[in-house]
Nanobody, 124 residues
Framework: QVKLVESGGGLVQAGGSLRLSCAFG???????MAWLRQAPGKDNDFVAA????????SYADSVKGRFTISRDNTKNMVYLQMNSLEPEDTVVYYC??????????????????WGQGTQVTVSS
């Protein structure tokens, strides 16, 4: 069973910050993890990814320099620190994983398992 539980979403003003958290099952500590997002009626978008040991990360161009992905395998947690938020960041954010340790690619279908999502709303 793949357990991914997101939290930390909410309402914030433009320019503000939020930190999303994702609790994952202990068996997933050897897996790469990612954050993806989806607006209503639109395709899933890649946001950021991190390898199993946290040594490498990747980001979508739209969030580079504003968002930071990190993980703490001792707590079975992955995080997404979001700064300088923009109204365009208003979507549901999902934590995701696959069976790979070092994959940090940006193709959403390559991330097999997703959590239930957490809503982020940025007001202008």
């Amino acid at each position: 069973q793949v357990k991914l539980v997101e939290s930390g979403g909410g309402l914030v003003q433009a320019g503000g910050s939020l930190r999303l958290s994702c609790a994952f099952g202990r068996a997933l500590s050897s897996n790469s993890m990612a954050w993806l997002r989806q607006a209503p009626g639109k395709d899933n978008d890649f946001v950021a990814a991190i390898t199993s040991n946290g040594a490498a990360t990747s980001y979508a161009d739209s969030v580079k320099g504003r968002f930071t992905i990190s993980r703490d395998n001792t707590k079975n947690m992955v995080y997404l620190q979001m700064n300088s938020l923009e109204p365009e960041d208003t979507v549901v954010y999902y934590c995701a994983t696959n069976q790979l340790q070092h994959y940090i690619g940006s193709n959403p279908p390559d991330w097999n398992w997703w959590g239930q999502g957490t809503q982020v709303t940025v007001s202008s």
